[in-house]
């Protein structure tokens, strides 16, 4: 087992699945803690980098396409420190946070995990019932109907519309975008018969905000949602990577972890696990 614990949170890797537990630190942004601990499974896994930074760096977990509905809701736009399936790592625990993504990789490469896209989500999304507020607007789903309630800063038409309620079977999609520049950040719902789309801070399917970058845990209710849609199996998917030598991945990785345990970042106990689990693999 490879893990990596730091005040941003811990990861965990047993070479089937990967544990993602944020911290408990004030700065650990809202979306992460209401989201709380998340289990990525192997196959989930495109690939892990540690991403180095003048003052330490980040980890940083890529999910395959269509394995997990927030990150397909998100489409990339979650930046640290909302970014659930990013780790911000202090310098001096930079070695271990490279050995860790390194251990990821190199499972996946012996294991010949794709990276393509998924037909199903391998991930169940967040937890139900979800909610979350930000600028115009409080979102809730509670696996069955989706819920929009006006706060004091909603225009004047999402006031006359007032609350809104859509069960799940009249949605055909979801949206979500951050606030970046003079945009608003959106959470929209699609429903049957919508038509062309509206400005969002007039739009009653739609919960906008101008202020926060990320409009709080809102993504979580939007991913829920997601989850739960009807969704098209992607009409070609990716093959399996090229077939490698597994025996010759091995190896590799026992003279990096030589090289790992003689630099001093790894500890005698450590290497002689990390060797073991290895040779077994052989």
Request: hydrophobic fraction near 40%.
């Amino acid at each position: 087992m490879t893990e990596i614990a730091v005040p941003d949170g811990s990861w965990t890797f047993n070479g089937e699945m990967l544990r993602i537990v944020p911290g408990g630190d004030k700065n650990v942004h809202e979306l992460r803690k209401v989201l709380g601990e998340v289990a990525v499974p192997l196959e989930a896994i495109a690939t892990c980098a540690f991403e180095p930074g003048r003052k330490g760096g980040q980890l940083r977990l890529r999910l395959r396409y269509g394995a997990d509905p927030l990150s397909d809701l998100v489409a990339g736009s979650l930046a640290a420190p909302a970014d659930p399936y990013r780790l911000a790592v202090p310098k001096e625990r930079a070695g271990a946070a490279q050995y860790f993504a390194d251990e990821v990789r190199d499972t996946l490469e012996i294991n010949q995990t794709p990276s393509g896209p998924c037909e199903h989500y391998l991930l169940p999304g967040p937890a139900i019932p979800v909610s979350a507020t930000a600028g115009d607007g409080t979102a809730i789903f509670d696996g069955e109907r989706v819920r929009l309630e006006w706060s004091g800063f909603a225009s004047s038409e999402k006031e006359r519309a007032g609350s809104q309620e859509f069960p799940l079977a009249d949605l055909v999609g979801v949206e979500w975008k951050p606030q970046s520049g003079l945009g608003y950040g959106t959470l929209r719902f699609r429903l049957k018969g919508d038509g062309p789309g509206v400005n969002p801070q007039k739009d009653p399917h739609c919960v906008s905000w101008g202020i926060q970058r990320f409009g709080g845990a809102t993504a979580l209710v939007g991913a829920a949602v997601l989850a739960r849609l009807p969704r098209e199996v992607p009409a070609e998917l990716e093959p399996p990577a090229p077939g490698g030598d597994a025996h010759d991945a091995v190896l590799r990785r026992l003279a990096e972890l030589g090289e790992l345990h003689r630099s001093g970042v790894l500890t005698d106990e450590e290497f002689a696990a990390a060797k073991q689990a290895m040779i077994r693999r052989l």
